[in-house]
């Protein structure tokens, strides 16, 4: 399937978590930009130090590195597999940019999927969040727990919670998150790409929204 989605929503509406489950049920490759600047601080690459205190304080990197490094990652045969862009764009500015590059290589987008959740279950997502150290997969401390408490089912690494996600991060996050949203939802209502899906319920309920999706608009057969 070479389908490729931007999934769009604040944080916590589950984005992370929905492009798990369509990497391991659709075999459909995911870039989050969070986890790709998490790696680099982790790493303390250049670009990890040129990131890290935006990250840390739940600001948003700016747009013309953003895409930049975008661009860097989403080669042609990658574009051409299909993609989910998890997290990116998260302004009108990037999305014009993504635009570009994507018009440049006659590779368009099919839709852009926002996960739609009320505030307080965004709340109680992230602050049940942990997260591996070593693989930075996500579980939460009610909802998706591991089978040893604070161990990785995958790999065995310890589970910790993110730094942006303490309280008053969080709240910082959600309010820019606010603030960028009307004018990044509305570049895609105007193309008509636009897609609302309710994030709330559990991760099948969630799924089984998307696979309905799916169906309807006949993107299981999308070719590059
Ligand atoms: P990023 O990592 O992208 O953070 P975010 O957008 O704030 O999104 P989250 O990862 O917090 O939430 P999510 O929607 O993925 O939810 P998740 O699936 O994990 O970005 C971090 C930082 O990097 C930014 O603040 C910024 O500084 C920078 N950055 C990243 N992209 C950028 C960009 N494009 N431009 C500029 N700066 C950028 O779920 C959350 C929790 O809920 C988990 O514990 C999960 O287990 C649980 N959960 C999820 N769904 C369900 C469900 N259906 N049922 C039960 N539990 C669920």
């Keep these: 399937m070479s389908l490729r989605l931007v999934l769009l929503g604040p944080p916590g509406a589950g984005k992370g978590t929905l492009a798990g489950v369509l990497s391991k049920d659709l075999g459909l ?35 013309e590195l953003v895409v930049k490094v975008m661009a860097r990652r989403l080669s042609r045969r990658r574009l051409g597999r299909g993609v989910v862009l998890d997290g990116f764009p998260r302004t009108a500015g990037q999305a014009r940019g993504l635009d570009a590059f994507l018009k440049a290589r006659g590779t368009p987008l099919h839709g852009a999927l926002y996960l739609d959740c009320p505030t307080p279950l965004l709340i109680s997502r ?43 991060t969080v709240t910082k996050r ?19 790409l636009l897609y609302r899906l309710n994030g709330s319920g559990g991760i099948a309920q969630v799924f089984q929204r998307f696979r309905r999706l799916l169906d309807r608009e006949g993107w299981l057969n999308a070719r590059a």
């Design 29 to 63: 490759g995911s870039v989050s930009t969070g986890e790709l600047f998490r790696n680099e601080i982790r790493r303390r690459t250049a670009l990890g130090k040129l990131v890290t205190r935006y990250v840390s304080s739940g600001r948003l990197v700016p747009d």
């Design 126 to 168: 992230l602050s049940g969040r942990r997260v591996c150290q070593r693989c930075g997969r996500n579980y939460h401390s009610r909802t998706m727990r591991p089978k040893r408490a604070g161990v990785c089912d995958a790999c065995g690494g310890v589970l910790s919670i993110r730094k942006d996600d303490q309280v008053k």
């Design 174 to 192: 959600l309010e820019i998150d606010r603030a960028k949203a009307k004018p990044l939802l509305e570049f895609y209502q105007q193309r008509r």
